[in-house]
């Protein structure tokens, strides 16, 4: 429903046409690679391929190309790899039709066009960064390639179902992982768990 919205909205004037629609990564790639394609819309925490790796995928291979990332998440840390990603923009998922669009006109200009809330949280997260880089507060603990896998995947957006699927585990298993990896770095939440992984150079 959301998509079909999405693609009537984007249709409603002259200056988009809608060629592809898809349910996960996967699927977008593949309509990518078959079709026309010189803009994408990609919500961050798609099934199967996160919109993140999708967006570095492509653009590894166009430069051409056009993307928007849309989110219903508010983490600076999110906002940074969506840049480091090469995305065009970032968008929140409840910002008014017009405002998606003024950002689709302004990145086919060729300007950048984050939101309003993504700009602030990224010179946040910038600047927490710095600071604890500075005062050596990145904590440097060992640990094992399952956590490292489980840790990278995590601060790509993936839900514990996508990383047990990718890594050929339960999502169960992958909890486990997850609160392993807090009680050990002594962090308290995931948004927590990926600036360290941004943080400590795993991404």
Do not use: W
């Not at 928007?68 to 508010?74: D, G, I, R, V």
């Not at 939440?189 to 941004?198: E, F, G, T, V």
Request: charged content about 35%; aromatic content about 6%.
């Amino acid at each position: 429903m959301v998509r079909d919205a999405l693609a009537l909205a984007v249709e409603s004037g002259d200056e988009f046409t809608v060629v592809g629609k898809a349910a996960d990564g996967e699927e977008a790639l593949r309509l990518y690679e078959e079709g026309d394609v010189d803009f994408l819309l990609l919500d961050i925490r798609l099934p199967k391929i996160s919109g993140l790796d999708l967006a570095k995928r492509i653009r590894a291979r166009d430069k051409d190309v056009k993307i928007l990332a849309m989110t219903m998440y508010e983490e600076a840390s999110l906002v940074y790899e969506a840049m480091e990603r090469g995305v065009d923009g970032y968008i929140f998922k409840l910002a008014k039709l017009e405002r998606l669009l003024e950002a689709m006109r302004k990145i086919v200009r060729g300007e950048k066009a984050f939101d309003g809330f993504a700009e602030e949280k990224l010179k946040e997260y910038e600047t927490s960064r710095a600071e604890r880089l500075e005062k050596g507060d990145v904590q440097k603990v060992e640990l094992t390639k399952r956590e490292k896998d489980v840790l990278g995947l995590v601060a790509r957006g993936l839900t514990s179902k996508q990383i047990g699927d990718q890594l050929f585990i339960s999502r169960f298993t992958v909890d486990n992982h997850r609160k392993n990896l807090l009680r050990k770095l002594g962090l308290r939440d995931s948004k927590a768990l990926i600036q360290y992984a941004n943080d400590s150079g795993i991404l």
